[in-house]
């Protein structure tokens, strides 16, 4: 909501940026709108004074966890002020979102932020106790003692917060059902899974009862249940889902061959009869693997049979390895999705002159481990094992991570014991084709001539191919100091297919300082100005050097091919 024609205009800006994710707010007073507003969004931008907006939200404001995040811009939109909500209600990232619509500056408050420490709220982990004293010591630099039940992968922790600290503080990582006490912070995994059989018609509030009771009577906390999981045909069971929903976990479910094929230690006759399966609770519990701590209890019901059965099994700790991509070396073309897997990882792997780039993005306390030139194989095994050891991991490549990088030694090494996540980038070949206009409009081909660990008559057979098929070819690795024969040879390949009037873009450190882009054509191509930095993009049939760009025309039947000749 606004007050002015200016954050009309402004707000109008975040409107036409997040279509389909903002709705407005005009009412009969500014009071009414940001009323209507508080009550029906989870997160709230008002183009208004701060003070101003403090005033209206005052009668509003009902607790931490349930108030929206609110985020003021000033009238000449020139800073976005996270107001309330900064972590639990999402303003601080609001903040950041719509600075960078606007060109604004964000402005952030919170501490833990402000002095680039983890919150314990931004952990990614509910957490419960005396979260206020604890992050206070955190902050302070006191000793916080991390005391884990439980190995679940944590972000990065200042060194201060360790195992051997001696300070009062605590913040524990556990799945146990504890008393918290002054000074205490416990984090939550999500540790637990609960395996849940009903009958049709099975009461909510018995089958959410009895979930509640077994946690209860392990000695389990509740806010550690990923999930509840059953069988197939109990998946549209309303209890069943009801109680899910009651828990705020998802309901999984498995095919009862999937679960008869899983050993129990208290089968049945019935569901085996009516499912095909002698177990749904444990079983469906203990699919995933992990230790049975609840073995297979019924509810009790007065005055008639149970209608419902549950089991808890606490999961195996996955680590968690990020394969991420850091585009072509510019800041502005790192995604949002990589800086975030920089933030969660508690180890980084790379390259050093990659750990470089992006230092400054690491929370304090993560453990860097970086290797030169020659070494991805080693650091592919290096991030396994750690992410093996149940950490957080971060894995880090230039450009796209899955293309002549990182991914592939990792993955190759990576088994399904720890969780794998590919985090995309900018592509050499896509920074240097901005840079040379569109010479991959059409269908395109990019080839390695790195003899290194592909023999060269493969390389042969493919740039051969590629040349007999008329497709646009970006050269990866074109030319070393030890390799200068390849390119030349490459290009001969081409020539036998092509003009040489053919557009070729040479292009060198695409998007860092010292970038260099240029069009020359096959014929006049001179391999010697190559080198390892550069990537060489080679045109098709149909590219043409338009207005001294590379342009590939898609084939438009309006489009003249006749265009920059």
Request: net charge neutral; with cysteine.
């Amino acid at each position: 909501m606004w007050a002015t024609a200016a954050g009309e205009r402004a707000a109008g800006r975040l409107a036409a940026a997040w279509p389909g994710r903002t709705r407005t707010y005009e009412g009969a007073s500014v009071r009414e709108s940001l009323a209507s507003a508080f009550a029906q969004c989870e997160r709230v931008v008002c183009f208004l004074a701060t003070g101003a907006t403090v005033r209206l939200l005052a009668p509003l404001l009902v607790d931490k966890a349930s108030d929206p995040g609110v985020v003021c811009v000033d009238e000449a939109s020139r800073f976005a002020v996270a107001l309330l909500g900064g972590h639990g209600g999402g303003a601080n990232a609001l903040a950041e979102e719509v600075a960078e619509v606007l060109g604004a500056r964000p402005v952030v408050t919170t501490a833990t932020d402000a002095r680039d420490v983890p919150g314990l709220d931004t952990l990614g982990l509910p957490v419960e106790g005396d979260v206020a004293g604890v992050s206070r010591a955190v902050l302070d630099g006191e000793p916080v003692r991390l005391a884990r039940d439980t190995g679940w992968p944590l972000p990065a922790l200042p060194p201060n917060v360790a195992a051997d600290a001696p300070g009062p503080a605590v913040l524990r990582v556990s799945d146990r059902a504890l008393a918290l006490s002054e000074g205490t912070a416990v984090l939550r995994p999500p540790s637990l899974v609960v395996g849940v059989g009903a009958s049709k018609g099975a009461p909510a509030e018995e089958v959410y009862g009895l979930v509640l009771d077994a946690l209860a009577g392990a000695g389990l906390s509740a806010a550690s249940v990923a999930a509840l999981v059953t069988v197939d045909a109990k998946a549209g069971e309303p209890g069943v889902l009801a109680a899910a929903e009651r828990l705020g976990v998802p309901l999984r479910t498995y095919a009862a061959e999937e679960l008869a094929a899983v050993r129990v230690p208290n089968p049945s006759d019935a569901p085996l009869v009516a499912l095909g399966t002698p177990s749904v609770a444990e079983a469906a519990a203990l699919a995933g693997g992990g230790e049975l701590l609840v073995p297979k209890r019924k509810s009790a019901p007065e005055g008639r049979a149970a209608m419902a059965t549950c089991a808890v099994v606490r999961r195996p700790v996955r680590g968690r390895l990020a394969v991420v991509g850091l585009g072509p070396g510019a800041r502005d073309l790192l995604t949002p999705r990589a800086k975030g897997e920089l933030r969660r990882a508690a180890v980084l792997v790379g390259l050093d002159q990659y750990v470089d780039q992006i230092h400054d993005l690491l929370r304090p306390g993560t453990v860097v481990i970086e290797s030169g030139l020659g070494a991805e194989e080693e650091r592919a095994r290096t991030a396994v094992a750690e992410a093996r050891a149940g950490r957080a991991v971060a894995l880090i490549g230039s450009g796209d991570a899955g293309v002549y990088a990182m991914a592939s030694p990792a993955l190759a090494e990576a088994g399904d014991d720890i969780d794998v996540v590919g985090v995309p980038g900018v592509t050499a070949a896509l920074a240097a084709g901005a840079l040379l206009g569109a010479p991959l409009g059409h269908d395109h081909v990019s080839i390695s001539l790195s003899d290194l660990h592909t023999p060269w008559e493969v390389i042969e057979r493919r740039v051969r191919a590629a040349a007999e098929a008329d497709l646009v070819v970006t050269f990866y690795n074109p030319r070393s100091r030890g390799r200068d024969w390849q390119l030349p040879k490459a290009l001969a390949l081409l020539a036998a297919h092509r003009r040489g009037s053919t557009p070729v873009g040479v292009v060198r450190n695409a998007s860092r300082p010292d970038e260099s882009a240029r069009v020359t054509s096959l014929a006049a191509l001179d391999p010697a100005s190559v080198d390892m930095m550069t990537v060489v993009t080679v045109g098709n049939t149909a590219t043409r050097e338009i207005a001294g760009r590379m342009v590939t025309p898609r084939g438009y039947r309006w489009q003249s091919t006749e265009a920059g000749r």
